[in-house]
């Protein structure tokens, strides 16, 4: 594999700003019913004021870091629900996981991507089960990192992770919401995917696509 540079990195901000754009309707839809069906809408906001932000970025001359930095502060000022700190901080501790990097090998990528969960969990404090979107990227990066534990290449390692990601959204439909807007819904949460759990698939997929 090649190391992945800052024009990678740029390309897998606008591969996933190009899914997040085609999955929006779906999106609000599902936080329609459960939420307040502006998560597809959010979720482009963020995306498209990081394309944007990355766009005048020379990019012979940022590090990995800087770009992911720029990502997260743009993310956040672009979004006011509750999905924009998170994502802020997953790309903030993205950035700190490559410190120093020119360009990421596959080990960069896996920690990158844990970086991204753990940092989603530290910010929303979210436990597995509690029907967010954490109920994706835990387990999503969990399979990455035993993928790549396990010998297997960045390419499958993803695979795995995206497998994991739409198993763990899947089953927020079983489960009550404990965490976010949808909490005040108690049991009338149950029945409904978890909107930012579907968009994590979205993201992850674009990620696994972009990257490998
Ligand atoms: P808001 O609820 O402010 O309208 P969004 O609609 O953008 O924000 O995002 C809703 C999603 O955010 C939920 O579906 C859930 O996945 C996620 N979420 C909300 N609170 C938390 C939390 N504390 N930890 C992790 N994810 C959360
Ligand atoms: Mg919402």
């Not at 839809?29 to 809408?41: C, F, N, P």
């Not at 940022?62 to 924009?84: D, I, M, Q, R």
């Not at 910010?123 to 509690?130: H, N, Q, S, V, W």
Request: glycine residues 8%.
């Amino acid at each position: 594999m090649t190391a992945i540079d800052t024009a990678r990195l740029k390309q897998m901000f606008d591969a996933i700003a190009v899914a997040i754009e085609a999955d929006k309707d779906r999106l609000c839809q599902l936080d329609g019913v459960i939420g307040d069906a502006d998560h597809g809408i959010a979720m482009e906001l963020g995306f498209n004021a990081v394309r944007d932000a990355l766009a005048p970025l020379d990019l012979a001359a940022v590090e990995p870091t800087a770009l992911l930095n720029t990502a997260a502060k743009s993310f956040l000022n672009a979004v006011g629900a509750s999905s924009g700190p998170l994502y802020a901080t997953a790309f903030m501790r993205a950035a700190a996981a490559v410190k120093g990097k020119a360009a990421l090998e596959g080990a960069d990528v896996i920690a990158l991507f844990q970086a991204m969960a753990q940092g989603i969990k530290d910010r929303g404090k979210a436990e597995i089960g509690e029907k967010t979107m954490i109920d994706a990227w835990q387990p999503a990066a969990e399979a990455a990192a035993a993928a790549h534990a396990a010998g297997k290449s960045l390419a499958e390692s993803l695979d795995a992770a995206l497998a994991a990601a739409e198993r763990g959204a899947e089953a927020t439909k079983d489960m009550i919401a404990a965490k976010g807007r949808s909490s005040r819904l108690g049991e009338r949460s149950l029945g409904h995917i978890d909107p930012g759990a579907a968009s994590a698939v979205t993201v992850i997929a674009a990620m696994r696509k972009s990257l490998t």
